[in-house]
């Protein structure tokens, strides 16, 4: 007998799977760019700068000189490094990255040509299980491709992320089962669909902010930003990389701050449903989507442009003094609730 | 005389609420939420960047840019009389003065003597104006101009004919009261 580990609903033939996994992959890497263009240029605002703007119209182009730049640089790696790992790691972090992208829901259930065509790159019953199961495997990208560098201020960074990841991973846990309890289903599709009376940020506030705070440290983003630590650690785990490599993970790190601002989005802001009864039609559901997205990954750089970096203890005892027995009392009060 | 009172000049000191307790949490959301408002305030003001090739801040009048020679306007005389008043100003020695005598069929300046060269070293240059001040017969003074960069250093040697020749206005002038 098998053991079923996780229902996955296809009801859409392999082909359709395939072009739905080629179509996601193009777009979120068609996005990738513009969303670190838009992050240096909104940054630039905050610091009352325009940030680039000589590259093309307003500066668009400037990702794409910069990909063509790290596109021809020597790939060379320290004489210290272990050459494989160093190879693999940041295979192993972009890949993670783009796995994980796969589970956001970009919409409901369409009929396309006669097609029933779900706008999500796959429905899993285990939801965000799944995205916390790849974010455990991105910290071996993070760990290998640090200490395979054979450099210290690499494995420093690596060392931090490897607990920071640990210490913040809990508390998004544990924020968002508050939501799960509510909406009795694990699955994001159906935690979209269960917040059609009202957006689950209203009632489960405190999960939102704790969820929010654990993001910031989990996609290794300012104020929490220790891993890269430039100040410090010149670059963290990627000080050694360069070239394509270091695009890689760069990639990887944006991809990650989609997935996370996705999963802000699904979890606490109603995925593709819009207040006050507006109901478009469903090829407009993908738009709404990521118009939140952009809205939570602004929201990322705003933060990013006012707090300072906390210091190494400082981000341990927050995580595991205040922002998890926090988030362990949102769900308690909130399953108390529920049951009651 | 009376003692002094020490709890007379005792101030009121404001402290922060101690670490870990509700109070320094509710005071660290509340600074929070400040500072998500004073970078906000930056985005609805708008850059204050000037685009420095496009758009240049304008120069008060007084400002030490590159050096001009002058001439008489009416007679078109040089007010240059070769005195190397100015190249003993000179603090970084960039100025070389060669004079040469006026005669009656070559009369380049309104002196006695003339200068045969001049050469302004700009790459040693450090604009303090004293050539300026020293000069008896305001023949040099300092332009506006400071867009001097160059491909080669001797490039940068201006020559009495460059010095004399109508500087390019680059560069705006601040109007009065700007």
């Known amino acids: 007998m098998m053991i079923t580990l996780a229902d996955v609903n296809y009801f859409e033939p392999w082909w359709v799977q395939i072009i739905k996994a080629l179509v996601i992959f193009a777009v979120i890497f068609a996005i990738l760019p513009i969303l670190i263009v838009y992050e240096r240029k909104l940054l630039g605002r905050f610091q009352a700068r325009y940030g680039p703007n000589r590259v093309g119209p307003f500066g668009v182009l400037q990702p794409l000189a910069e990909i063509v730049k790290f596109a021809m640089k020597e790939p060379f790696r320290p004489t210290t490094s272990v050459g494989y790992l160093f190879r693999i790691a940041p295979m192993i972090a972009i890949i993670t990255a783009v796995a994980a992208l796969a589970i956001i829901p970009w919409g409901d259930v369409q009929h396309i040509f006669g097609q029933q065509v779900g706008l999500y790159g796959i429905d899993v019953s285990i939801g965000p299980l799944y995205v916390f199961a790849l974010a455990g495997i991105s910290f071996y990208g993070i760990m290998l491709g640090g200490w395979s560098s054979g450099s210290k201020y690499s494995f420093l960074g690596s060392m931090r992320g490897a607990a920071q990841l640990i210490s913040y991973e809990v508390s998004q846990g544990l924020s968002i089962l508050g939501v799960i309890i509510t909406a009795q289903t694990l699955s994001l599709t159906g935690i979209v669909h269960a917040q059609e009376g009202m957006w689950f940020f209203i009632p489960q506030f405190a999960g939102f902010l704790i969820f929010l705070t654990a993001s910031f440290a989990e996609t290794n983003r300012a104020p929490f930003d220790l891993i890269e630590a430039d100040t410090e650690l010149v670059g963290g785990y990627f000080t050694e990389y360069g070239g394509t490599p270091f695009v890689a993970y760069l990639f990887a790190e944006y991809a990650n701050m989609i997935v996370v601002s996705a999963m802000a989005v699904t979890i606490f802001f109603g995925g593709w449903l819009l207040p006050f009864g507006i109901d478009p039609p469903g090829w407009v559901d993908p738009f709404v989507v990521l118009a939140k997205i952009v809205l939570v990954f602004s929201f990322f750089i705003w933060i990013r442009a006012t707090l300072p970096r906390l210091r190494y203890d400082q981000l341990m005892s927050f995580g595991w003094k205040i922002l998890l027995p926090l988030a362990t009392l949102n769900l308690v009060v909130t399953a108390i609730i529920v049951a009651s | ?178």
């Open chain 2, 1 to 178: 005389m009376t003692p002094y009172d020490v709890s007379d000049d005792v101030i009121e000191v404001m402290r922060s609420p101690a670490r870990g307790s509700a109070a320094g949490a509710y005071r660290t959301f509340g600074e929070t939420l400040r500072g998500l408002k004073t970078t906000l305030a930056r985005v609805v003001e708008g850059p204050v960047t000037i685009q420095y090739p496009e758009e240049k801040t304008p120069v008060y009048p007084r400002f030490r840019g590159r050096h001009k020679l002058h001439r008489f306007e009416d007679t078109g005389l040089e007010k240059c009389v070769g005195c190397s008043l100015c190249a003993a100003a000179c603090p970084a020695d960039c100025i070389r003065v060669v004079a040469a005598e006026n005669t009656p069929e070559n009369r380049i300046s309104a002196g006695e003597r003339y200068a045969a060269v001049y050469e302004i070293n700009l790459s040693r240059c450090i604009f303090c104006g004293y050539c300026e001040v020293a000069c008896p017969f305001d023949a040099i003074t300092m332009g506006h101009d400071y867009e001097m960069s160059d491909y080669t250093r001797s490039d940068l040697i201006f020559t009495k004919e460059m010095l004399l020749a109508e500087a390019i206005e680059r560069t705006p002038l601040r109007r009065e009261g700007e």
